[in-house]
Nanobody, 128 residues
Framework: QVQLVESGGGSVQAGGSLRLSCAAS????????MGWFRQAPGKEREFVAH?????????DYAESVKGRFTISRDNAKNTVYLQMNNLKPEDTAIYYC????????????????????WGRGTQVTVSS
């Protein structure tokens, strides 16, 4: 069965950096678009970043993380990354990666329902 396993979370001070990884197994990774979402306590899960399938030529970001976060993928390693710089306390959340099989149809990359597979998440805590 498909598995997505996130790692790289932790506790940092404001202004610091973290790099999250999401390792995928039991799927043909290059055929999948990948997304990162996050969920803070008491809040709904929200979109963070998205990268298209194959070469990952196109990326999208939530306005709140543009210029600070970078999503990338390494198809040889079946892994998607989220480089997070200049972290802020409001970035504190559990971060989840998600996978969507490419279908050549339009979809909302920011919607949780667009993704079929999810990891269990990794905690990121940013202190002021």
């Amino acid at each position: 069965q498909v598995q997505l396993v996130e790692s790289g979370g932790g506790s940092v001070q404001a202004g610091g950096s973290l790099r999250l990884s999401c390792a995928a197994s039991e799927l043909t990774f290059r055929f999948y678009a990948m997304g990162w979402f996050r969920q803070a306590p008491g809040k709904e899960r929200e979109f963070v970043a998205h990268i298209t399938y194959s070469s990952g030529r196109s990326t999208d970001y939530a306005e709140s993380v543009k210029g600070r976060f970078t999503i990338s993928r390494d198809n040889a390693k079946n892994t998607v990354y989220l480089q997070m710089n200049n972290l802020k306390p409001e970035d504190t959340a559990i971060y989840y990666c998600a996978a969507r099989l490419n279908s050549y149809s339009n979809y909302d990359a920011t919607a949780t329902l667009s993704y079929a597979y999810w990891g269990r998440g990794t905690q990121v805590t940013v202190s002021s």
